[in-house]
């Protein structure tokens, strides 16, 4: 049997602005804090911590933009997704499960327990890297809007997961 925590692996959530004022917005970088991977032969099962979410940094195009956001930014979007968008206090926990198929597959399926929801979603894989994307919506989450609407995240995030070699 392996395990991973947020010691030896990492977790990282990317979320990306819309809207008619995203010129003013970032998209972001966050990590989750606290998670637990296991895998037992080819059973695969995780826990994360949706309270812990992390702001890491803005993005823009795809790089990390150090210092457009300040500690209170942080805070205050930390604030935001545990208590408006992932409702934190009331679903605190996270989890995936999957049998991963033999060989070296590019992607695999599996269960993932989100906000209340239980739904398959499609994992890819490079190497050490997983991936998936997620539709908001689909787990019963509203993406974050501000501004009537003219500033906002797209309901799609992704989700990446990177092992130790």
Known sequence: MTRWDAGSA???VFTYKEGLLSA???DLKL???TFSVQLDGNKLTARFDARTLIVVS???EGVERAGLLGPRDHQKIERTVADEVLQSARYPEIAFSAVIPPGDG???DGTLALHGVT????VSVAGRVAEVELNQPDFGIKPYSAMF???KLKPRVL???TLPA
């Open 149 to 151: 609407g003219t500033l």
């Open 31 to 33: 990590r989750v804090g």
């Open 106 to 108: 590019a992607s695999f």
């Open 58 to 60: 803005a993005m823009k």
């Open 159 to 161: 989700v990446r997961m």
């Open 10 to 12: 990492e977790c990282l």
């Open 24 to 26: 003013v917005a970032h």
């Open 119 to 122: 739904r398959a979603v499609r």
